[in-house]
């Protein structure tokens, strides 16, 4: 993975606060029980004991086993009474747990590895909860130049789109109420499988405001979401790629995300690198089935004769196409 440094120090800062968190949560509730009963002071500190006893019968290593089994009995007899006492107290059995939020790591951020069979440990590695907090981080300063939660469902209007129906037989108003329904249920239904989506029409017809407001409802579902232009992204790209920068995450950032979001494709100036880097990331996304969706004034057609056949077979054979229909909602804005 190359995401830059300071990432791997905000999810390291991160995952230790969740661990200072849970254990000064468990502490608080061992203190306030301590205080206010006697009866578990007493366990507790019955506990505490036979911890130290156990350290005894190593020392002195007479009739070991059976002065360890009598200790593992009173252990249990505790532990039980202390149970009982929760119970009384209609508190819930784990109160006094440390309760880590990711149990697997136990906050710590690192995983073992190891082959259990023979007992070999090959060191540690980052475990998932790392990997998703640098997700999330990354893809927050992905998208840190667009203000996501300006557009929803709720504030696009229909009225806007004319219903008079067309040469296509249909209005803009239908093929867009159609549309906006066809988003609404995508991103409520969204999962690391939906479809890739190609959002096509001309300029001003509600593509980035659907495409924003997918990407509010998916963050809000807990999903990592990266959107921005193709202008945008293929700078930094190249910026990374001819050593104008420190860190090499944009790339990640772009393959990684649950659902990546490219404004604007054919805005940009095409050349060689813009071409292999748009086709790599589309690529590498259709290769770990995750989502894409782009948006774009460029047709089908347009796309076949803009693009390479490598990139505009993926974008036909591998989207499904939503065509945008109507009058420039902007200019019908600023008419009134
Ligand atoms: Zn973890």
Redesign the pocket.
């Known amino acids: 993975m190359a995401y830059s440094k300071e990432l791997h120090e905000r999810a390291r800062a991160e995952i230790k606060r969740r661990k200072t968190d849970a254990e000064y949560t468990a502490q608080q509730h061992r203190n306030e029980l301590n205080t206010r009963y006697p009866e578990f002071q007493f366990i507790e500190s019955e506990l505490a004991k036979t911890g130290m006893e156990i350290v005894g019968v190593f020392a002195s290593k007479d009739n070991v086993q059976e002065r360890l089994a009598t200790i593992r009995a009173k252990n249990t007899t505790l532990r039980n009474e202390r149970k009982k006492l929760l119970k009384a107290l209609n508190l819930p059995e784990d109160y006094l747990d440390v309760k880590y939020t990711?149990e697997?790591?136990q906050d710590t951020?690192y995983i073992e590895e190891r082959d259990d069979e023979r007992g070999v440990s090959y060191g540690t590695k980052y475990?998932?909860?790392?990997q998703e907090l640098l997700k999330k981080y990354a893809s927050e300063k992905m998208s840190k130049a667009t203000p996501l939660e300006l557009s929803s469902f709720d504030d696009f209007d229909l009225g806007y789109y004319p219903k008079q129906v067309g040469s296509s037989g249909e209005s803009p108003y239908e093929v867009m109420k159609y549309v906006y329904d066809n988003c609404k249920d995508y991103a409520e239904e969204f999962a690391l499988d939906s479809n890739n989506l190609y959002f096509y029409g001309r300029t001003g017809l509600g593509k980035t405001h659907l495409s924003l407001a997918i990407a509010n409802e998916v963050m809000k579902k807990g999903y990592n979401v990266v959107y921005g232009s193709v202008i945008t992204f293929l700078n930094k790209l190249e910026r990374e790629k001819f050593g104008r920068t420190e860190t090499f995450e944009t790339e990640d950032i772009l393959v990684d995300a649950d659902l990546l979001i490219l404004d604007d494709l054919g805005a940009e100036f095409s050349t060689p690198f813009v071409v292999s880097a748009l086709y790599n990331i589309i690529n590498c996304r259709i290769a770990r089935g995750v989502p894409t969706i782009i948006s774009s004034n460029l047709s089908l057609d347009e796309v076949k004769n803009r693009y390479p056949e490598s990139i505009a077979s993926r974008i036909m054979g591998k989207f499904k196409i939503v065509e945008f229909a109507g009058k420039d909602i902007r200019q019908i804005q600023n008419d009134e």
């Open positions: 990711c697997k790591c951020g475990c998932t909860c790392h």
